[in-house]
């Protein structure tokens, strides 16, 4: 079966860390974006952070720039996202999808989505 999937998520006090995990099964990731999305309940689904196939150039959200570090390791089919100095405002779902032409391309496949609480 073809899928992404998410972990890491849980909750963390303000100003703490945590590290999405999104791991490609019955994909390999190796030419494909990684887009990190989020949903908090209420608002519109907003992207956080893309990084390409080549590892050039990451996309970040102003509101997560300089806190929120994206990577991949193709060796292990998994991306990241390093999330630091969080924020109550950062809680959501988060979601990872998989473009074969790049960032804000057409997403092929998404994750199930994993949850970030930030709060005291």
């Known amino acids: 079966q073809l899928q992404l999937v998410e972990s890491g998520g849980g909750l963390v006090q303000p100003g703490g860390s945590l590290r999405l995990s999104c791991a490609g099964s019955?994909?390999?990731?190796?030419?494909?974006?990684i887009h990190w999305f989020r949903q908090a309940p209420g608002k519109e689904r907003e992207g956080v952070s893309c990084?390409?196939?080549?590892?050039?150039?990451?996309y970040y959200v102003d509101s997560v720039k300089g806190r929120f570090i994206i990577s991949r390791d193709n060796a292990k089919n998994t991306a990241y996202l390093q999330m630091n100095s969080l924020k109550p405002d950062d809680t959501a779902v988060y979601y990872c999808a998989a473009a074969p032409r790049g960032c804000f391309r057409a997403y092929r496949y998404w994750g199930q989505g994993t949850q970030v609480t930030v709060s005291s």
């Open positions: 019955g994909i390999s990731l190796d030419d494909y974006a």
């Open positions: 990084i390409s196939g080549s590892n050039v150039n990451p």
